[in-house]
């Protein structure tokens, strides 16, 4: 039975999420992947399968489907 680590829901719900992983300062977006989500706080579990697999897939020899550029942005806050 589901339990969430965070706020203690038991309602789940099967979906797929899309994950950014840093590696080495390196991103890699993993899109299409399963996970069971707390319907009430919205965290994410993967089963240890899921996870073996995409530990496997950017540690390996993978290659990936696509590459995409992304912007980044450095957080400033306002001065007073």
């Known amino acids: 039975m589901f339990k969430c680590h965070v706020c203690g829901s038991t309602k789940p719900t099967t979906t797929h ?3 950014v992983f840093n590696i ?3 991103f890699y977006l993993v899109e299409n992947i399963p996970a069971t989500v707390c319907a009430s706080c919205g965290e994410e579990v993967f089963s240890q399968e899921t996870t073996e697999s995409i530990r496997e897939m ?3 020899e993978v290659e990936p ?3 995409i550029s992304v912007d980044v942005f450095a957080y400033q806050p306002k001065a007073s």
Do not use: F, M, P
Request: proline share 0%; glycine share 8%.
């Open 24 to 26: 080495d300062s390196k």
């Open 17 to 19: 999420v899309t994950e």
């Open 65 to 67: 489907s696509r590459s």
């Open 58 to 60: 950017l540690h390996g």
